[in-house]
């Protein structure tokens, strides 16, 4: 696939398609609660999305227009294209893309896409002369399933914290978890078993604000499939049990300014804080 309308970062994109032998793509989203949504078009089209865009519905995301605004278009970021692992089968391979959602009527980014808000943000903070990274610990648990293929709400182990086998029955599923991760160019810092029963963390390295974000996303999308593949169910609801510890994501924050310097840190003050 060539094109001279395209930048040099989006026909790398065609030429890994080709070279991976890419049939479909994931053009993903969230919604302003922050769900993962997502598109599936032919490999071929991969082009017309980067020139033209995808068209959808807004109207039927959650907190996006109403029904008379509802033509909006999707724009895929190049620099998020990544081979969905649990995918890669004979029967072919597929992608995923990440996008920013674009108001038709405007032309403009879309003001309640939760990545373009984010974009917005990072863009003022570089106006001020900062750069923000951060760094996530998400926790979610893992349920077994009912014989009809449905959730229920009996952990899959009764691991507690940092618990090794035989208590600790997902830490193969966590292994393929990782490895899933690692394939889409996660670097993973840590895992183990959380507080609660059927509670894991999976840690992996900063990065700047957006890709964060964008690894986030994926990353709840990684984990899910992979647990739907093993016939387990992960979720990342904050307290799907009562009377047990919850799930949180402490998200570790650093603001550097231009020259390299950390801006919460001053080696003068008592404490080492600016």
């Not at 974009?119 to 903070?125: D, F, I, T």
């Amino acid at each position: 696939m060539t094109s001279g309308s395209l930048s040099s970062a989006e026909q790398e994109v065609l030429d890994q398609i080709d070279e991976k032998d890419i049939d479909f793509l994931r053009l993903q989203f969230t919604d302003i609660l922050g769900t993962v949504k997502n598109v599936s078009v032919p490999a071929r089209q991969a082009e017309k999305a980067f020139t033209e865009g995808i068209y959808f519905d807004g109207s039927s995301i959650e907190g996006f227009v109403r029904i008379q605004e509802s033509d909006m278009r999707l724009v895929p970021d190049p620099s998020t294209f990544a081979v969905l692992p649990w995918r890669d089968t004979d029967d072919g391979r597929a992608a995923r893309l990440i996008c920013d959602v674009i108001d038709t009527k405007t032309g403009e980014p879309f003001s309640g896409d939760p990545r373009s808000v984010l974009q917005s943000v990072l863009e003022e903070a570089k106006e001020m002369g900062y750069t923000v990274n951060a760094g996530p610990e998400p926790e979610f648990f893992v349920f077994d399933k009912d014989e009809n293929g449905r959730a229920t709400t009996e952990t899959h182990d009764a691991g507690g914290y940092f618990d090794l086998a035989p208590k600790d029955l997902a830490s193969d599923l966590r292994r393929e978890i990782i490895y899933n991760l690692e394939s889409m160019d996660f670097e993973v810092e840590a895992s183990h078993h959380e507080v609660a029963e059927g509670q894991h963390e999976i840690a992996f390295k900063y990065d700047d604000g957006l890709s964060t974000a964008d690894n986030i996303a994926t990353f709840r999308s990684v984990v899910r499939a992979t647990a739907e593949a093993n016939d387990v169910h992960a979720t990342f609801m904050p307290k799907p049990i009562a009377h047990i510890n919850g799930s949180g994501m402490h998200t570790h924050l650093s603001l550097f300014t231009t020259d390299g310097e950390n801006a919460f840190h001053d080696e003068d003050d008592e404490f080492n804080l600016s």
